[in-house]
């Protein structure tokens, strides 16, 4: 554990002694007007509410990067550009688009823990940009060792007035229990049957700050199998209905792969108000922290809690090695009342935003067209899992790795990562993910 303490410490240190003020402004441009290019579907107030600017507001180049990143976080367009046009008695912001392709199908292959026969494989289907307004419909479906169905649609913009969006979604899984304890108790792993609903809605207080209200309702099915007093319900079935409040500030500049701004959502959840004697809490914190250190150079944090309180079902409890790994310590599985987690990484560009248009036979140029960006970086995570009885967190219940990897982005499609960790007495770990790590 002191190597793992002297390699976090000194990552944090260097971090820091880095860190430099990029936010010297150049030279300025007053906009008198606004004009866009190339949206042939998307609504024109779908990317003017992305902008931190408007009509007769000075401009500079780090202003119009920020924008353009913004807009390009929307994820329907595979080029934006702003650039000012100067005509004898005033300027004009041009800001140029190229839609993509909205609706396409994504294949994927996941592994659940470290068990050879855990894999789940399937397919996720998109339609993006549904009407022009940012609008999503999905679905997906998977086999294997977690086979699920589901189906949501999300409108960011469903009373455009007000500044409200709606999502709705409908699920069903097949389970196997990551409970290492009740898998013991029982004789080894089972399998339970989940339907879900959910709704929320969402009221975008500004361009950085939503408000949101999720609800939804779980219904699990346990097999015969299963000990009635395991169960939250102490039967068959439980039924849990869960009403949160949900707040998120988020000010980074490209959200597929931020290099500054802040990101901050915080959860507080009920579930089940008394039905069948469920009745608990869940308090969820995730904090993101993303600083240039200079043009090539860039610096991110994350620090994330999950906390419930009350009798927490062992399906609802906070679980290490699943949804949040350490990277080197995959192989750890740990569940208890709460987890905490930090990390922290510094990357620099191998290859940094180059748009891509290739001319092929009957294929759209939609689907032929994007962005591209390769990273190397370095990383360091640490974190725990621990009951509401225990006193405090000792370095002897802290699992932490450490390694390098490479991103590689293909926007605003997806992103690929190779990473290999070390963990524990520095055995090394390969993994390959999609997405970016935070």
């Known amino acids: 554990m002191k190597k793992y303490r002297f390699n976090l410490l000194s990552l944090f240190l260097i971090t820091f002694a880095l860190a430099a003020n990029n936010n010297a402004q150049t030279g300025t441009t007053v906009i008198d007007s606004i004009k866009i290019i190339g949206n042939s579907l998307t609504e024109d107030f779908i990317i003017l509410r992305e902008l931190s600017i408007k009509e007769k507001d000075a401009v500079d180049k780090r202003i119009l990067k920020f924008n353009k990143e913004r807009i390009f976080s929307l994820g329907i367009f595979t080029s934006v550009e ?4 100067k005509f004898p008695k005033y300027n004009q912001l041009n800001i140029v688009v190229e839609e993509g392709w909205y609706i396409y199908p994504v294949p994927f292959i996941s592994r659940s823990n470290q068990k050879k026969n855990s894999y789940s494989y399937g397919i996720n289907a998109e339609i993006k940009n549904f009407r022009g307004r940012n609008e999503l419909l999905k679905g997906g479906v998977s086999f294997g060792y977690d086979p699920s169905l589901s189906v ?19 699920g069903y899984s097949e389970s196997n229990n990551k409970n290492n304890a009740i898998n013991e108790t029982v004789g080894g792993e089972f399998t339970t049957k989940n339907y879900n609903a959910d709704f929320m809605l969402y009221k975008r207080l500004n361009q950085f700050d939503v408000l949101s209200v999720p609800t939804s309702f779980t219904y699990i099915y346990y097999p015969n199998k299963i000990d009635r007093s395991l169960t939250a319900s102490r039967q068959n079935i439980d039924r849990i209905l869960a009403v949160g409040v949900s707040y998120l500030h988020d000010t980074r500049d490209l959200k597929q792969f931020p290099k500054e701004g802040l990101f901050l959502h915080a959860n507080v959840t009920h579930k089940g108000f008394g039905i069948t004697d469920i009745n608990y ?14 043009d090539f150079l860039f610096s991110k944090f994350r620090y994330t809690n999950r906390l419930t309180s009350n009798t927490v079902p062992f399906f609802d409890l906070s679980y290490l090695g699943y949804g949040e790994v350490i990277r080197g310590r995959r192989d750890i599985q740990r569940e208890g009342n709460n987890l905490v987690k930090g990390s922290v990484e510094l990357f620099t560009p191998i290859l940094e935003d180059l748009n891509f248009r290739l001319k092929l036979p009957i294929i759209p140029k939609s689907l032929t067209s994007g962005r591209i960006g390769i990273y190397f970086g370095i990383f360091a995570d640490v974190g725990t899992v621990l009951n509401n009885n225990n006193q405090g967190i000792a370095l002897d219940m802290l699992s932490a790795g450490y390694g390098a990897g490479i991103t590689i982005l293909v926007l605003p499609y997806n992103s690929i990562r190779f990473e290999y960790a070390f963990g524990q007495k520095n055995k090394g770990e390969f993994s390959i993910d999609t997405g970016i790590s935070f």
């Open 281 to 294: 809490n869940i308090l969820y914190i995730d904090v993101r922290y993303y600083q240039p250190l200079n």
């Open 152 to 170: 949501a649609y999300d409108n960011p913009t469903i009373l455009f007035k007000y500044d409200l969006g709606m999502r709705i979604g409908l």
């Open 82 to 85: 702003l650039n000012i046009e």
